[in-house]
């Protein structure tokens, strides 16, 4: 079972595709050496970098139905994915995140 969400404030929105997938910003620590591991802490307030977002909203341009399995992934260490998604696609969105 995931934990309850208890503050707000430790929640990230990411907009993949154009579907909204709300997260807790340390479900993504669990792989802090990836694209999303490296998103600043909500609590944070970091200077501005040129590749890194500083908002609690961020948007990817990236195939929604993929990243389910990605955040799923991040949530359990386990990597599972529809039998009807392209190898190769799979290959590219784990290559991005």
Not at 42 to 65: A, F, L, M, W
Not at 82 to 88: H, R, T, V
């Amino acid at each position: 079972m995931y934990p309850a969400i208890t503050d707000v404030e430790d929640v990230i929105t990411l907009n993949v595709g154009g579907v909204r997938h709300e997260v807790l910003w340390k479900t993504l620590q669990s792989n802090p050496n990836s694209r999303l591991g490296e998103l600043p802490s909500p609590h944070t307030e970091k200077q501005q970098s040129n590749n890194v977002p500083q908002t609690k909203n961020v948007y990817y341009d990236r195939n929604p139905i993929i990243f389910n399995s990605i955040l799923d992934f991040y949530r359990t260490g386990k990597l599972h994915f529809n039998a009807d998604i392209c190898p190769d696609s799979i290959s590219d969105e784990l290559q991005f995140w």
